[in-house]
């Protein structure tokens, strides 16, 4: 598989409170994996409700993302982090 080449290192998602995601949260999840790896040939993405996630590869291999690793969850009165979030 490619997964050596996956780059996981794209921004977290913010999610208000310990809801499930909503389908824009999770899209959101998408693009930022997209995003970080435009060419390595990822066929679906699927985000659950608790934001783990299952990439896959045109190859037939999956990755699995647990939800720390696609959304960064924070209660309301913490300090804002503002990634892009001023829009």
Known sequence: GKD???DGNFDKVPVKGDGDLTD???QAV???ITKSNPDK???NIEVKGDGSTTVT???GTT???TP???I???ELGDPLFNEGEDK
């Open 4 to 6: 050596k080449n996956f």
């Open 24 to 26: 824009e949260q999770k």
């Open 30 to 32: 998408k693009e930022n």
């Open 41 to 43: 040939g990822i066929t």
């Open 57 to 59: 590869f045109e190859d």
């Open 63 to 65: 990755k699995d993302l």
């Open 68 to 70: 720390d690793q696609t």
């Open 72 to 74: 960064k969850r924070y």
